[in-house]
T-cell receptor, first 113, second 115 residues
Framework: AQSVAQPEDQVNVAEGNPLTVKCTYS??????LFWYVQYPNRGLQFLLK??????LVKGSYGFEAEFNKSQTSFHLKKPSALVSDSALYFC???????????FGAGTTVTVRA | GAGVSQTPSNKVTEKGKYVELRCDPI?????LYWYRQSLGQGPEFLIY????????DSGLPNDRFFAVRPEGSVSTLKIQRTERGDSAVYLC?????????????FGEGSRLTVL
């Protein structure tokens, strides 16, 4: 079985400050990890993924995420947040031997001006 | 269009009625997924197609739910005898990767409200 935990329902930061959205996962084998963002009344948009290789993955809109196997984490980060980053963020995991993605419950990010 | 298209965007129905939700994936994508997203929750897997066949339907909640993809492109999610608990946003996604490393591309969803 595979699962994702996003321990924070909400994250609030000031514009220009670093942003971190936490994610931990559980899979039986090697994980494929993804981050998606959802703006109001819009579909989920892909941000970045970790498949293999370098533990630091860079994605869209200046976001990056670090895969940490020992801590089973894949936290999303942005060095300097923008008001336009305010949205709902989902972490997702897929086991090496599976095709379906399992999503976390989501974290609402609010960036205040 | 270039993205995943879902129709209708909104559907209001009465308890006990039959509903069909349509998904038109990105051209050339062989993998197609249906997810359900309830308020305040993450998307929940329903069913996965590879081509015309349902490779994994383990997420369908009961036998009132059924999905087809007869020509390996457009898919229809069918819900019989709808219940109020079926109210949610139904998301469709497609993927081009032949393996399972590819990201999913999502449509904007069909919001179902059962009165």
């Amino acid at each position: 079985a595979q699962s994702v935990a996003q321990p924070e329902d909400q994250v609030n930061v000031a514009e220009g400050n670093p942003l971190t959205v936490k994610c931990t996962y559980s899979v039986s084998g090697n994980p494929y990890l993804f981050w998606y963002v959802q703006y109001p009344n819009r579909g989920l948009q892909f941000l970045l993924k970790y498949i293999t290789g370098d533990n630091l993955v860079k994605g869209s809109y200046g976001f990056e995420a670090e895969f940490n196997k020992s801590q089973t984490s894949f936290h999303l980060k942005k060095p300097s947040a923008l008001v336009s980053d305010s949205a709902l963020y989902f972490c997702a995991v897929r086991d090496l031997n599976d095709y379906k993605l399992s999503f976390g419950a989501g974290t609402t990010v609010t960036v205040r001006a | 269009g270039a993205g995943v298209s879902q129709t209708p965007s909104n559907k209001v129905t009465e308890k006990g009625k039959y509903v069909e939700l349509r998904c038109d994936p990105i051209s050339g994508h062989t993998a197609l997924y249906w997810y359900r997203q309830s308020l305040g929750q993450g998307p929940e897997f329903l069913i996965y197609f590879q081509g015309t066949g349902a490779a994994d339907d383990s997420g369908l909640p009961n036998d009132r739910f059924f999905a087809v993809r007869p020509e390996g492109s457009v898919s229809t999610l069918k819900i019989q005898r709808t219940e109020r608990g079926d109210s949610a946003v139904y998301l469709c996604a497609s993927s081009h990767a032949s393996g399972n490393t590819g990201e999913l591309f999502f449509g904007e969803g069909s919001r179902l409200t059962v009165l």
